[in-house]
């Protein structure tokens, strides 16, 4: 995969040709930025796309060096035999008698009762972050697009956070978010299915911006709500309607707060009072 920049969008496509060595039939191409002359001269953008060679669609897990593979497949059953539901690197660490886990604690087999479920629900979401963020290095590092770093850290103890940064990061949200959210859909699907954490995505604070711009909107659904003891959300998409209804929900514990959809698919959130 490439990423190429010209002045026009036919450049682009005759140097994305040229560098792949093929015609344009066989390349997959996304337009990233489409160009435009400005405004007198000023503001003026050049044509920005990622494109590559049409191949069969590689798993997530076959992206994987085939050694790591072959290893996990051997720490599972070592997983099995131990205890099915702790991560495949925690019960490895905990075999020797005297290991450094996580945040610099040290572990020894003499000390199980000093940590309660708490600690020990840290400890583990910890290993687990740290092995997700070798898979993800590994996983990204032949992306066209200038990546700095990719971070994985401990949330909560339920969830990862994983945080891209880069010059071309902001390029991962794509227009209106879809690719944010394909991003999102992949890496939760993966991680959950195998670690069983959630997962929050974080691109250049996109995500921020979207939890401040959906508390702004929820101030008029909340004084809705104390006036009348129900309201609805207007239409609200992706990532967007997840953030309302957590929002919503911890606001009013005791209202039956769902989400709901139109005949077309789009999605909206009710806030009524439980029926009897």
Request: glycine share 4%.
């Amino acid at each position: 995969m490439i990423k190429i920049e010209a002045l026009t969008l036919e450049d682009a496509f005759k140097d994305a040709s040229k560098q792949l060595e093929c015609s344009i039939t066989e390349i997959n191409i996304e337009v990233v930025q489409a160009p435009s002359s400005g405004f007198m001269g000023m503001f003026k953008k050049k044509a920005i796309i990622v494109a590559a060679k049409k191949l069969l669609e590689t798993p997530l897990y076959e992206a994987l060096p085939v050694e790591e593979k072959v290893e996990e497949k051997v720490e599972e059953k070592v997983e099995e035999v131990a205890t099915p539901s702790m991560p495949i690197s925690f019960v490895s660490e905990q075999e020797d008698e005297d290991t450094s886990i996580g945040n610099g604690l040290e572990y020894t087999a003499d000390y199980d009762d000093a940590f309660d479920e708490d600690s020990e629900a840290l400890l583990a979401i910890d290993a687990i972050a740290q092995e997700v963020e070798e898979k993800i290095q590994y996983l990204f590092k032949h992306i066209c697009f200038e990546i700095e770093t990719i971070m994985v850290n401990v949330y909560d103890s339920e969830t990862l956070l994983i945080e891209f940064q880069g010059e071309d990061a902001a390029l991962l949200i794509g227009k209106e978010g879809y690719r944010y959210k394909a991003l999102s859909y992949m890496l939760f699907n993966w991680i959950n299915a195998e670690y069983n954490v959630g997962v929050r995505l974080e691109i250049a604070e996109f995500l921020k911006n979207q939890e401040e711009s959906v508390s702004r909107y929820l101030e008029s659904v909340y004084e809705s709500v104390d006036r009348d003891g129900r309201a609805q959300t207007k239409i609200l998409d992706g990532v967007l309607i997840q953030i309302a209804l957590k929002e919503l929900r911890n606001r009013y514990p005791e209202k039956y707060v769902v989400i709901r959809s139109t005949k077309d698919g789009l999605k909206y959130i009710i806030i009524n009072d439980y029926h009897n």
